[in-house]
């Protein structure tokens, strides 16, 4: 069975530089940092008061009539997901269910969907309105919980918060009946959501996929819970725009946001058959899995990184000089960006002095489940528009950082382009993107 | 190049039984898991019992209790899981020098697992000392007060899905594809059928999958009675889980962990491990209906049906057992029967399909690999698990159930199916192995 290829024909994104990948690209060309005071809720009593927030935006603009309705089961995490697939599917040039009045052109039973996804917390103001009645002498009474306070909360609560809303909503919205799956691997599933995505198209599972992730971590809960972990960076809240620091020596911790991007993948001959124009192919991916009883950080020798990324260089038949830019993780969290500079500068050996290395977390915040899903949005659109931008937050390399972080934007044509990942829990992935040939 | 994928070892933590041979005596001897609600106090909830995992005791499987001391309960169970699967398959476990065989570099991890418990006291203390009547909404300088005081770190970060994964890599010292998902009650098929595809495409030589769930807590039995899916039969635990009849009310919620070790059949041959069965065929839709209902033609189980089926090279004739997804709630019960009528026709009669949730509960994220066990138990006794507790059977399900008690039967294939919430909905198939 000779290999069916994979390619990229559309990109979407709500990040917080923007509601669509494009406002997001303009953004990381500028060097513009999108994280801030947090507005969301009042976090002057936190030890971290800063994140990255989406732009504001009215959900109904972004769903079909039919979907309006489903929209008040909607999680931020699903609406998010909703927004980015909606571009992305706009992008491809796909007619789908969505655009209501016109013949579909994505074939339903042959379109698959892969979705990465994180904890959802639930809103706890919704919450507070039921647990309200359920005081007795200052404190929490299941009894009356069960009683009085479960009775007021809203039937389809649950349905809010399942990981698995996402890719379902989605599917809804744009009728995908394929395969579907919601990969839920921490900050690693938006890459782990693609790379399975691919392999689906690959074995003829389907013709086109959506693959991508979605979540935010920007609520009272997912903000409290990240600065007792010891990952949120809780020294720079007066300086937002220079408080994520990817391996730079100055690095304090990372800084959350909500955001999710999606990707179409199509089968090649029939990308072509349509008429679409391809953007990048996925030729080489890998993962691994960290081993570090702490579970919270990468083990400090980078060992997953680096098995990830041989393996996807391995698969993509590339050598490591042949590399033309890095997106790494770079989280801003010291001692996972040491480690995952030592698992970077030992899969590529002599070459990762050379190869340039854009982080773009310093401008973006770390989103979570979304934020490789992100560094495949922006490593095609580098790859598509022949340029990157430059580092920010970078000015002196943290010790054993020895890679060639990037000091000035790049013109140029980008051949294959190398991003990776990892999560807490340990899951590490590498995915090599590579141009597609005139 | 395509490679044959077996099953080599199988581990279980369920309300039925810590280990394989348990549960399944268990399910031959008519056991129920179910009882009243001891995890938390659920006496004024409208559902008051459940199926819980009892006495369980890590230590019975491996040394270093301590690096999954913090694990929710279902990174706890699946190490016990995994452990068993593990020593069945002879990988060795809990070391850096393992002798099996293995290259740790080409050995994945494919979980279907779900969220972990909240800290109720943290959680709930926090809203209670910030409510702001006047407001209508927390203060949240009071809110983080408490929440920051009372929150335990790891606990907060073990609520993740990709923990338990996390600990099967401790465990196993796995460095290969690890992956886990989230679909819902169709979590662990789905990550047993996609592991399978991982070693059938050379992207992993061994495979450890499963699924591990534990969502017997206040806020996780809170949102299932909100959606009225759960059993309220509170007099009757035992009985209340009735797939198929006439007076089913709902499913009655278990926790567990199920693992099944996956590998390339020249690997096992290799190591002359004994393969105990076969995957032969994975099929996964979506509905693409309603994140509330499912599908009333069954649309999207017909499809995983049918594309599992195809996957295998199998025709309908081929199956000789369907375990079901079963759950006892009046409308998957009856879509799920549609759907095998519309997927077998006439055939759809002949074919004995039975619901183990009918005794171990419904284990959400870890009941479908629970299940599949039992499939491959089926196929290695010549035995088909019963559908407990169908006294009355309804009048508009006439398939074989295999109802009350266990069954001898030739069966060389078995498939396993499950839907998730939202429309995400799995298909397995598994058969005798044969050279």
Not at chain 1, 164 to 171: E, F, K, Q, S, T
Request: net charge negative; glycine share 10%; aromatic share 6%.
């Amino acid at each position: 069975m000779s290999a069916r290829r994979v390619v990229i024909t559309g990109v979407g994104a709500i990040t917080p530089l923007g509601l669509s990948s494009n406002q997001m690209w303009q953004g990381l060309l500028e060097g513009r940092c999108g994280l801030g005071p947090i507005r969301a809720f009042d976090a002057s009593a936190f030890d971290c008061r800063i994140a990255g927030e989406a732009p504001e935006y009215n959900i109904r603009d972004f769903v079909p009539k039919s979907h309006r309705k489903a929209t008040k089961l909607m999680s931020r995490d699903i609406e998010l997901a909703v927004i980015a697939s909606q571009e992305a599917v706009e992008n491809s040039g796909f007619i789908t269910k969505a655009h209501e009045g016109k013949t579909p052109t994505l074939n339903p039973t042959r379109t698959a969907i892969n979705y990465g996804a994180e904890l959802i917390a639930c809103d706890l103001t919704e919450m507070a309105q039921s647990v309200k009645h359920c005081i007795t002498d200052g404190k929490f009474d299941i009894h009356k919980w069960g009683q009085v306070g479960m009775p007021t909360l809203t039937p389809l609560w649950l349905l809010k918060y399942l990981p698995n809303m996402l890719p379902c909503h989605v599917a809804i919205i744009h009728d995908i009946q394929g395969p579907s799956n919601t990969i839920t691997c921490g900050d690693a599933a938006g890459y782990l959501a693609f790379c399975e995505a691919v392999e689906m198209i690959q074995r003829d599972s389907a013709d086109a996929a959506l693959a991508g992730a979605g979540g935010t971590k920007v609520n009272p809960i997912g903000i409290v819970r990240q600065y007792l972990m010891g990952r949120a960076n809780c020294a720079s809240n007066d300086n937002p725009a220079a408080a994520c620091r990817p391996f730079d020596a100055a690095a304090n911790g990372t800084v959350f946001s909500e955001a999710a991007a999606t990707l179409v993948l199509e089968e090649l001959a029939s990308a072509n058959a349509r008429g679409a124009k391809p953007l990048a192919e996925p030729v080489g991916w890998g993962s691994s899995q960290s081993l570090n009883t702490d579970y919270v950080h990468l083990e400090p020798n980078g060992q997953s990184m680096q098995i990830a990324i041989e393996t996807a260089l391995q698969q993509a038949g590339v050598a490591a000089d042949k590399i033309d830019l890095v997106i790494p993780c770079g989280s801003g969290i010291a001692c996972d960006d040491a480690a995952e500079a030592t698992g970077i500068q030992n899969a590529l050996g002599k070459a990762a002095a050379s190869v340039p290395v854009w982080p773009i977390k310093s401008m973006l915040g770390h989103a979570g489940a979304a934020a490789g899903a992100i560094d495949l949005v922006a490593a095609t659109l580098a790859i598509v528009h022949r340029q990157c931008g430059a580092a920010i937050n970078f000015q002196k390399a943290a010790a054993g950082c020895k890679l060639n972080i990037l000091q000035k934007p790049l013109r140029q044509k980008f051949n294959f382009v190398l991003c990776c990942g990892y999560s807490f829990g340990g899951q590490s992935a590498a995915v090599v993107l590579k141009a597609i040939e005139d | 190049m395509k490679h044959r994928v077996v099953i080599t070892g199988m581990g279980i933590v369920c309300p039925l039984g810590h280990d394989v041979p348990t549960f399944w005596n268990g399910l031959m001897t008519g056991k129920s898991g179910m009882a009243q609600t001891t995890l938390f106090d659920a006496s004024t909830f409208p559902t008051q019992f459940d199926a819980e995992v009892k006495g369980f005791d890590l230590s019975r499987f491996v040394k270093h209790v301590d690096y999954h001391k913090n694990g929710n309960r279902g990174s706890q169970f699946v190490v016990g899981a995994a452990a068993q699967a593990c020593r069945q398959a002879r990988i060795d476990i809990e070391t850096d020098a393992p002798a099996d065989g293995i290259d740790r570099r080409r050995m994945g991890i494919y979980l279907g697992a779900g969220e972990g418990a909240v800290n109720d006291d943290a959680f709930f203390s926090a809203l209670v000392d910030s409510w702001q009547e006047d407001k209508q909404s927390p203060d949240w300088t009071k809110w983080v007060k408490t929440a920051a005081a009372k929150m335990r770190p790891m606990q907060e970060l073990e609520q993740e899905p990709n923990m338990p994964a996390g600990h099967v890599a401790i465990l196993t010292g796995a460095r290969g594809v690890s992956r886990s998902c989230l679909t819902a009650c169709a979590a662990s098929t789905q990550a047993v059928g996609e592991a399978a595809m991982l070693v059938r495409y050379g992207k992993a030589d061994v495979v450890i999958a499963g699924g591990a769930h534990s969502m017997i807590h206040p806020l996780g039995i809170t949102g299932f009675n909100r959606l009225t899916a759960l059993s309220t039969r509170n007099d009757s635990p035992t009985t209340a889980s009735r797939p198929f009849s006439a007076s089913r009310d709902g499913f009655v919620i278990g926790e567990g962990a199920a693992v099944v070790i996956l590998e390339t059949l020249e690997s096992a041959k290799r190591r002359g491990v004994n393969i105990l069965a076969e995957v032969v065929g994975f099929g996964s839709s979506s509905d693409a209906f309603r994140v509330t209902d499912m599908h009333e033609e069954a649309r999207g189980a017909c499809q995983a049906l049918r594309a599992a089926i195809a996957d295998a090279g199998l025709t309908i004739y081929d199956i000789d057992y369907i375990s079901t997804h079963g759950t006892s709630t009046s409308e998957n019960d009856s879509i799920e029967t549609l759907a095998i009528k519309t997927v077998f026709g006439e055939h759809a009669k002949k074919i004995p399909c039975s619901s183990p949730k009918s005794q171990m509960g419904h284990l959400i994220g870890a009941t479908g690999c629970a299940e599949l066990i039992t499939c491959a138990m089926a196929i290695l006794e010549q035995t088909l698990p019963p559908t407990m507790n169908l006294n009355d059977p309804d009048p508009a399900l006439d398939l074989d159930y295999v109802p009350n008690a266990p069954r001898k039967a030739k069966i060389n294939v078995a498939l396993k199916e499950s839907f998730g919430f939202g429309g995400q909905n799995n298909v397995v198939i598994i058969k005798r192995y044969s050279e």
